[in-house]
């Protein structure tokens, strides 16, 4: 099972660096930033995964408080190369708006840095705000900016390749330090890109990074099943996901890609305690923690989100609920004349809060408004039952790993580890030492030939023959 820890400094939850005792402070980042890598590698985690969103507005506060200001990527994972030995570093990039060249050296700079344990995951953004900091007018589109992305790794790996391994052949007798015919001039022209190498670093350690794409769009499977080595996905239920991948890969292999292309793993966020009702306890604290409609200053703000008042939730759940306290308990008579989309928001909160309407632990409207107003993929109970949803996954084939949210840091982060990962490797579903060095022996990808040896390979046998 693969196990990636994505880092968000002030937690995956909204309202998780509310919580008591969880960082908050986003000046102090690079601390937390060193002590999760360390914690991440001591549970030998495959890799740590960094975001990225390239746009900030005060409207981030309450969506995604993480999102407002932060360390970059690239150079989050350029940092942990000195500070970790074993742990794969994964760095998001969005390929509408970067710097091809620049990301071509930084990435085979960083896989250098590193021994080999840098990753690259490509995303073409979401963002219109995106547009004015980088010069342009606004985003292009869906279309474009995905063909886009399939010219920016293509090229990005015909840069990697500029450089044959063998290049460097260090005749101190001769003063040769080169052969030149290893080293590539590479053209790349495309619609969109045009870059002329060679690279001004080394081939990566790996040949080439690991490429992961998280995307939502028919474009987005597009560039998985013919691109990617690792596909992030987010597929509502068990059956889906595991359509989803048999799916993806079927299409891939019938494009030439090797079996068991591409790897498939899937963001989960858990809240974990010694026991179920201990894990309950802390999302329902999460819950009241939600910023809501309640008409104070804060709410009255002009960036509030519009999805926090009753009237809100009437409409989630399809039922005018008047004008409640939203610590009014949710009457039974009210909740039965909930439709559909109100009963899956009661039992969502039932679930995770082992709460229930009219019961001695009472459900309010606090509680079906934060999690209306806060969708999360949240997996609440003990590090048993955690590992339970995970192995559930993994083994009906939905999945090839996680991408573990942590809800806030530094003590869920912790409790995952202790808890979840030692479960998961008693029942021998994740490693207990590190057996490769690189981001791909972990990740069980081949190192890729480099493409100029392969085609001099090529050539010859075809001569030979
Ligand atoms: C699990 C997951 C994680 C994602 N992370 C990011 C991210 O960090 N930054 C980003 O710009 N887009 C991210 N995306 C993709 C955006 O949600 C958005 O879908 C994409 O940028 C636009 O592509 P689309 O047209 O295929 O949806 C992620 C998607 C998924 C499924």
Same mark, same amino acid.
């Given at each position: ?23 908050? @402070? ?35 506060? *309450?969506? %995604?408080?993480?999102?407002?200001? =932060? ?25 509408? *708006? ?5 990301? $071509? ?5 960083? @896989? ?14 979401? !963002? ?7 010069? =342009?007018? /606004? ?28 290049? *460097?052949?260090? !005749? ?8 030149? @015919? ?8 495309? %619609? ?75 963001? +989960?966020?858990? +809240? ?8 309950? /306890?802390?999302? !329902? ?17 002009? !960036? ?13 759940? /399809?039922?005018?609920? /008047? ?13 039965? =004349? ?22 001695? *632990? ?52 912790? $409790? ?10 008693? =029942? ?38």
């Amino acid at each position: 099972m693969i196990l990636g820890a994505v880092f968000r400094a002030l937690g995956a939850h909204p309202a998780g660096w509310r919580m008591p005792g969880a960082h908050r @402070d986003p000046l102090q980042d690079a601390a937390v930033l060193r002590r999760t890598a360390r914690a991440a590698e001591a549970a030998k985690f495959d890799y740590l995964f960094f975001g990225e969103w390239l746009a900030t507005g005060p409207d981030l506060e *309450f969506r %995604d408080p993480d999102l407002l200001a =932060r360390i970059d990527p690239v150079s989050s994972i350029a940092y942990l190369a000195g500070v970790t030995k074993r742990i794969g570093l994964i760095a998001t990039a969005n390929t509408t *708006f970067v710097d091809l060249f620049t990301l $071509a050296r930084q990435t085979a700079s960083i @896989d250098r840095l590193s021994a080999g344990r840098a990753g690259l995951n490509i995303v073409t953004g979401a !963002d219109p705000r995106a547009a004015g900091n980088h010069g =342009r007018e /606004g985003r292009a589109g869906t279309e474009p900016n995905y063909d886009q992305a399939g010219e920016l790794v293509r090229a990005l790996r015909l840069l990697w390749d500029s450089w044959e391994d063998e290049a *460097f052949v260090r !005749d101190q007798r001769t003063g040769r330090l080169i052969d030149p @015919d290893r080293v590539h001039r590479t053209d790349a022209v495309g %619609d969109y890109l045009r870059v002329t190498g060679p690279l001004t670093t080394p081939r990566p350690v790996q040949g080439h990074l690991p490429i992961v794409h998280a995307g939502t769009s028919t474009r987005s499977r597009q560039l998985s099943r013919e691109l990617a080595d690792l596909a992030l996905v987010a597929q509502p239920t068990l059956e889906e996901a595991v359509a989803f991948r048999a799916d993806l890969r079927a299409q891939a292999r019938a494009l030439g890609r090797e079996e068991g292309a591409p790897l498939v793993v899937t963001p +989960v966020l858990p +809240v974990v305690a010694e026991t179920k009702a201990g894990a309950q /306890g802390i999302y !329902d604290q999460l819950l009241r923690l939600v910023p809501l409609d309640d008409g104070s200053p804060l709410s009255r703000s002009p !960036d509030f989100p519009a999805n926090r008042s009753i009237r809100a939730l009437s409409s989630a759940v /399809g039922v005018p609920l /008047g004008t409640p306290e939203l610590d009014d308990e949710v009457p039974l008579r009210v909740a039965r =004349r909930f439709a559909e989309g109100g009963q899956r928001i009661l039992e969502t909160v039932a679930a995770r809060t082992g709460r229930s309407v009219g019961g001695e *632990f009472a459900i309010t409207y606090r509680h079906l408004l934060a999690t209306h107003a806060v969708p999360t993929s949240a997996i609440v109970g003990s590090g048993h039952e955690v590992a339970d949803h995970l192995e559930e996954w993994f083994s009906a084939g939905a999945v090839d790993g996680f991408n573990i949210q942590t809800p806030f840091l530094q003590a869920q982060f912790t $409790a995952f580890t202790s808890s979840v990962v030692p479960e998961l490797q008693r =029942r021998g579903l994740f490693r207990t030492e590190y057996e490769g060095t690189t981001l791909r022996e972990h990740l069980g990808l081949e190192r890729p030939q480099n493409l100029h040896v392969a085609e001099a390979l090529t050539a010859r046998a075809r001569h030979a023959g």
